[in-house]
């Protein structure tokens, strides 16, 4: 299905790689220096009326980094790697939820500090792989 997408548009896997890279590393770099993403903020701006574009104005766990790191782990993917992926991925939202369901629990045990810490934790790795996913693409575009 994505290809047909890139194959549409003119599309090539090291520009999407590349991009995708670049954005995961601006919301990772963002996290890391605790500001809060401007891709998500929308209390300034007016709501969009038009619902067709709504899931990507919706927080990062399915905005457009999570739909890059999706699309670009399936790229080159054969049928028991996309599934691979699909059931990683069900796991991880799996995870969220229960994350959410119990999040009163798990910041009162915690504390804001170590919360405070994961984040920016978090905000490195996501810009690392988003650094690696654009080398990458790099790498494909020169033959490098």
């Known amino acids: 299905m994505e290809k047909f997408i890139f194959e549409l548009f003119g599309i090539t896997i090291p520009a999407f790689k590349i991009t995708g890279g ?3 590393f601006y919301v ?3 996290m890391l220096m605790s500001k809060r993403s401007k891709i998500n903020d929308q ?9 067709a574009i ?9 905005g457009p980094g999570t739909i890059v ?8 993917g054969d049928y028991i790697h996309i599934g691979i992926i699909v059931v990683v991925f069900g796991l991880i939202t799996f995870l969220t ?6 999040s ?3 910041v009162r045990k915690l504390g804001n500090n ?6 920016k934790l978090m905000g490195l790795i996501i810009a690392i792989i988003g650094t690696d996913m654009a080398i990458d693409g790099i790498k494909i575009a020169f033959s490098i």
């Not at 209390?43 to 619902?51: A, G, K, L, R, T």
């Not at 709504?54 to 399915?62: F, G, R, T």
């Not at 790191?69 to 080159?76: G, K």
Request: hydrophobic residues 55%; aromatic residues 8%; without cysteine.
């Open 104 to 106: 009163n629990i798990i």
């Open 22 to 24: 670049i954005l995961l």
């Open 69 to 76: 790191t999706a699309m670009n782990f399936v790229t080159d």
């Open 28 to 30: 990772g770099f963002e």
């Open 114 to 119: 170590i919360i405070k810490v994961v984040g």
């Open 54 to 62: 709504s899931p990507l104005a919706i927080p990062i766990l399915a």
């Open 43 to 51: 209390e300034e701006e007016e709501p969009d009326d038009d619902i």
């Open 97 to 102: 939820y229960l994350a959410f369901i119990h």
